[in-house]
């Protein structure tokens, strides 16, 4: 391959609705990494934008196609989607996420970089001071403990993209099969010597987040499904607790009836027993069956879940 096509540098952004600060994106990125000296190449993922963000980085692209390459999806996939494509994609040796609104300073990523020099595979950026709504930010931080304790994943912030990864890791990722889609949780399982680094944090530039409330539930939980089996472990345990508990009373019934002063208004008694008994055992059943099937759709679930319309890039 020649020189060009296999740049030092790839970064990694994903764009959904962003015309607003495309420019400024622009303005600040190209010069610090122009100013690295290495070479580089930037990819941007339309993520099925509904306003001019495509013909914005169109023209870039007809004005830097040297180091300007741009996947452009049919729909809107969500950000992780849209980085997965471009991961698929890079060809850099180091890799950098990064968010197209501005809130993770372009002007950090040589101090990325440094870490990844110092023999880090895995950089995460730490957002220093928060610049997000207060449900933002403390939503973010319960999610956030709920996560670590479930998936066994530590991040201080999960929430941040601005990320560097080395080769490997972005070929573990892919080879993955994208069952996962959250990047960072997925880079973090397959480092073996990940480092974190405080970064400023700033104001969307323009715009409002393009997170619902919705949607980061939603992301949160295909973060929690997609790295453990826990929440069909603990309907399994929940199931064997009642099982546990209607057994005692139908022994206790049963005793009472055969031993002891029987009267028949508690027959029904010992009818409803044995029913919840073996309801509850119908429920450990379908815990179970639960299980297999999550486990056999985490299987399945490694298909695209994606489509690119176009690409646009100039072929080193
Ligand atoms: N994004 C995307 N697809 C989506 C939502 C967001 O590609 O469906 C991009 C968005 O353009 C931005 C990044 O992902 O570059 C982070 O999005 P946003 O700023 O809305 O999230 P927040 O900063 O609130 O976490
Ligand atoms: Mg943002």
Known sequence: MSESSRPEISVVIPVYNEELNLPTLFARLYPVLDGLGRSYEILFTNDGSADRSLQLLEKQ?????????????NA?????????????????????????DLQNPPEEIP??????????????????DRKDSFFRTYASRIINVIRERITNIQMTDQGCMLRAYRRPIIDAIVQSGAINTFI???AYSFAGNPAEVGVRHEERHAGVSNYSFYKLVRL???????????????FTMFALAC?????????VLAIRRLF?????????????????????????????????????????????????????????
């Open 61 to 73: 692209h007809a004005a830097r196609p040297d180091v300007t390459r741009v996947i452009d999806f």
């Open 111 to 128: 101090n990325l970089l440094a870490k990844i020099d110092a023999g880090h595979d895995y950089v995460g950026g730490c957002r220093l």
């Open 243 to 251: 099982c546990g508990g209607s057994f005692v009373l139908v022994a």
């Open 220 to 234: 949160n939980f295909d973060l929690v499904t997609g790295f453990s089996l826990a929440p069909l472990q603990y």
């Open 76 to 100: 809107n996939y969500g950000q992780h989607m849209a980085i997965m494509a471009a991961f698929e994609r890079v060809r850099g040796e180091t890799i950098l996420t990064l968010d197209a």
């Open 260 to 316: 002891f002063d029987y009267t028949a208004a508690e027959g029904l008694f010992t009818l409803f027993g044995i029913l919840f008994f073996l309801m509850s055992v119908a429920i450990v059943g379908i815990g179970l069956i639960g299980e297999y099937v999550g486990r056999t759709y985490q299987v399945v679930r490694a298909r695209q879940r994606y489509h690119v319309r176009a690409m646009l890039e100039t072929r080193g």
């Open 184 to 186: 960072p949780a997925l």
